[in-house]
């Protein structure tokens, strides 16, 4: 079995003080805490690219739907509703 040796001065002494522990037990806390760390990387990532994807298609949206609005004012069709998107994004108020 490897062991892992740990020696420390005693103060005031010419003692020192030496350790013995077994590797697999120094190593089973960094395990886990291993893994932990790359579950936890995953999860963050996962979030981040959900917010990145929220955001960019409520910016996209309504700058697609204008543009097929504009483009329909380009080829002469001057009608408006209230679905119309540029009434719609018009009436949205910017803080």
Do not use: H
């Amino acid at each position: 079995m490897q062991r892992f040796y740990f020696t420390y001065p005693i103060k005031n002494t010419n003692w020192v003080l030496a350790l013995s522990v077994p590797k697999a037990e120094v190593l089973e806390g960094s395990s886990t805490l291993g893994k932990f760390m790359i579950i936890l990387s995953i999860i963050s990532l996962i979030i981040v690219i959900a917010v990145i994807y929220l955001v960019a298609n409520s910016i996209t949206i309504p700058i697609i739907k204008l543009s097929q609005c504009v483009q329909g004012m380009a080829q002469y069709d001057l009608t408006l509703t209230d679905k119309s998107p540029s009434v719609i994004y018009s009436k949205t108020k910017t803080k």
